[in-house]
């Protein structure tokens, strides 16, 4: 090396000489493999034959070769500046020296086999930044708690096969890190590659397991593992947090503040406590947050307080504590202090209030209630930053209202489309540009606007995310010239009624009140429920009639959803003649009793029989919903197939065949093939046969199947009953 003396505080001084090194060796391999003499390039640009050239010319001729080297950028400025003398030039013969010196050393009756004596095995690329460098730290120290296996034979298994030595490819990296199941993102696993990639295409895997193993290492010889591998938890200050630190909170939101203030943005610093309630409630409300499951885990014995440590814990786990200041909590902590200790809140008052924009409390109690979800003051709450436009001054209000009027007056006769323009800018479609951008807008389409009438349309539409052009572009641009107008013509208007004529309301039909019975029948059987045993509550007299407003209330409890008005019609029907204000309950319960039993009668038999044709469609498949002719059919062609069923016609096994993942289901083609090995598809018409198929459908996926457990079954039950047709 040369000896130029370097200066106090440099920054060579501090420069690793490790690093240098390796890029040298770098260079060094790049020489060996390619054969290219990188001193004569130097030489040519020193006739003189000074040993120095400028620093200009010395990065120009190692620039074409920095990428056959597989040099960075960083370590190309390092070897420059350490071979760089006092006056700015760079000692060209020291740097031969080392680069070129070892080459003219080598005997050239040594056997070479493929260049790679040169490689460094340990070599590793640098990471300029000083948070990727910290980050890969994190990423090495959770994969060595992740993996509890030796990874080194892995890569070796493909060592062996590809003749590599040391490396291997990025995409078999990938394979070994996913088949031991550790949890990489695309950042991590390219700063990863970053790190280790070796001429362009290859990983140094040698090295990466090396430090590995030295984490391991240094952990176990500080006794940070417990016996199970994982670190000891609360340990007191000896390892740094695994997790990248976080700005610090500036006015409530983990943000930089920016250097120039934005037009657009008026935040609200001194908010009130009602202000704050209102926030909070917006929040849960967009992300459906239950704000007692994080507040009731700090009150073990039900007392209904927790300090304020504890309460601000909770608030910045359920993702609120970002939203709110320092000051904004002292308010907070204020609204719901226990008045017995002034130390701890009520944290039960706060969920009460927050859970209000969802519902109304004990409102079991209150049935006649119509709950508001959401309340109209979560509904209409502005966006943070918008200017209460209400309390602004007036002389900016008549500047915007100015400002309005030229852009209307523009818009209107030059016939301007303000939409494509600010859709180009927004690429989000969050309905939001920059107020810079805002201003380019106007300019290119000739809206020329004086700086304070700019500054009031900007105030008027701004928020935290930028100016607002969906409502500007509402108010300013309704599009009123491009709808038709027919002025010779005027929309006829309807006579108001006289006042004598009374408006009676129609009766419902009895198809209606059928598809009402049909609705709640279908439900009830489809969930199991008995009505009765919901109705039969509020009837405390056994009288056999409840009030109506007991019987809605007992169709919501037994989970049939009907309609109001299906409810108010069902109330009708069912009215007792005794009492206008109740419901005969009975006669509810008898008619969705009837509403799918047939009555049939054999020939030449006087006894009439109810044969209930119970169908409970899929829940999952809306196509296998079945009409009453086709349960009929179903019901004929099960009668059918009955006279053969699995004990006889072993039809399971066929099915058992087909069905390779034991799912449960077969296809249509499949369930037809095992009915004709039995010879039993001669019982069935194609009509029979498609109802079957529709009874016992299961979705999977786009295609429709057969359950045939549940047909085997069925075909069982009606065998041992006795329920089978004999002559067809």
Not at 17 to 45: E, M, P, S, T, Y
Request: glycine share 4%; hydrophobic share 35%.
């Amino acid at each position: 090396m040369h000896n130029t003396k370097i200066k106090e505080g440099d920054e060579r001084e501090e420069m690793e000489l490790n690093q240098i090194w390796r890029a040298c060796r770098k260079i060094q391999g790049a020489i060996f493999r390619h054969n290219f003499d990188i001193c004569a390039d130097i030489k040519v640009h020193d006739p003189d034959c000074t040993g120095f050239v400028s620093e200009a010319i010395f990065t120009s001729v190692l620039g074409k070769y920095r990428k056959v080297a597989g040099l960075s950028e960083f370590e190309l400025r390092d070897v420059t500046d350490y071979f760089q003398i006092r006056d700015g030039r760079i000692a060209y013969r020291q740097f031969c020296k080392v680069v070129c010196g070892e080459n003219l050393q080598k005997s050239s009756d040594k056997e070479l086999a493929s260049g790679l004596e040169w490689n460094d095995p340990w070599h590793l690329n640098v990471i300029p930044q000083p948070e990727e460098r910290r980050k890969i730290c994190l990423i090495l120290l959770k994969i060595a708690r992740e993996n509890h296996l030796p990874l080194m034979p892995y890569f070796q298994d493909y060592e062996l096969v590809a003749q590599n030595v040391g490396v291997v490819t990025v995409s078999h990296f990938s394979r070994v890190l996913h088949f031991m199941k550790i949890p990489l993102s695309e950042s991590d696993f390219l700063l990863l590659l970053k790190r280790y990639m070796k001429d362009g295409y290859l990983v140094n895997y040698v090295a990466f397991l090396k430090h590995i193993d030295n984490i391991m290492d240094y952990l176990k010889s500080h006794n940070l593992l417990d016996n199970s591998g994982d670190i000891i938890a609360n340990f007191p200050g000896r390892l740094v947090d695994l997790e990248l630190s976080q700005l610090p909170a500036v006015n409530g939101c983990q943000m930089i503040q920016p250097v120039f203030p934005d037009a657009c943005n008026h935040p609200n610093l001194n908010r009130g406590q009602c202000e704050i309630v209102h926030c909070i409630q917006n929040y849960i409300y967009k992300n459906r947050v239950r704000t007692c499951e994080f507040l009731e885990k700090f009150d073990p014995l039900q007392v209904g307080s927790i300090t304020k440590n504890q309460f601000e814990r909770g608030l910045s786990n359920m993702g609120v504590g970002k939203y709110i200041s320092q000051r904004e909590f002292a308010l907070l902590t204020d609204r719901y202090l226990d008045p017995l200790d002034t130390n701890r809140i009520r944290w039960r008052n706060f969920v009460d209030e927050i859970d209000t924009v969802f519902t109304i409390k004990n409102l079991d109690k209150m049935p006649q209630c119509v709950v508001e979800s959401p309340l109209a003051h979560i509904r209409e709450l502005p966006r943070p930053g918008t200017l209460d436009w209400q309390t602004a001054p007036q002389d900016i209000r008549d500047l915007c209202e100015d400002a309005m009027s030229k852009i209307r007056l523009r818009i209107r006769n030059r016939r301007l489309y303000l939409h494509p323009f600010f859709r180009n800018y927004d690429r989000l479609h969050s309905g939001h540009v920059n107020c810079h951008q805002a201003n380019q807008i106007f300019r290119i389409n000739g809206i020329l606007l004086s700086n304070p009438e700019l500054e009031a349309v900007l105030h008027r539409y701004g928020n935290e995310l930028g100016f607002y052009y969906t409502k500007f572009l509402d108010d300013v641009d309704p599009a009123e010239y491009a709808m038709p107008t027919m002025s010779g013509k005027q929309a006829l208007q309807e006579c108001p009624q006289f006042a004598r004529e009374k408006v009676e309301k129609a009766m419902n039909s009895e198809e209606e009140i059928t598809r009402i019975l049909t609705s709640a029948k279908r439900q009830a059987v489809t969930k199991g429920i008995t009505c009765m045993e919901f109705l039969a509550d509020y009837d405390r007299h056994r009288e056999g009639e409840i009030l109506e407003s007991d019987f809605k209330r007992a169709l919501d409890n037994s989970m049939i959803i009907l309609s109001e008005e299906d409810a108010s019609t069902l109330a009708n029907v069912f009215r007792s003649p005794n009492r206008v204000a109740c419901v005969r309950y009975r006669d509810f319960c008898k008619a969705l009793d009837e509403i799918f039993i047939q009555i049939d009668t054999n020939m030449g038999d006087k006894v009439v029989t109810a044969v209930p044709l119970l169908h409970l469609p899929n829940l999952d498949c809306v196509d296998c919903f079945l009409n009453f002719d086709e349960r009929t059919l179903c019901s004929q062609a099960l009668m059918k197939l009955a006279r053969r069923p699995d004990e006889i016609s072993n039809l399971s096994q066929i099915f058992k065949d087909f069905d390779r993942q034991s799912c449960g289901s077969v296809t249509q083609n499949q369930f037809l093939r095992a009915i004709t090995l039995r010879e039993m598809h001669n019982m069935l018409s194609r009509r029979e046969l498609d109802a079957v198929a529709k009874c016992f459908g299961v979705k999977r996926g786009l295609c429709l199947e057969i359950n045939y457990r549940e047909f085997l079954n069925i075909l069982d039950v009606l065998f041992a009953t006795g329920q089978m047709k004999r002559n067809y």
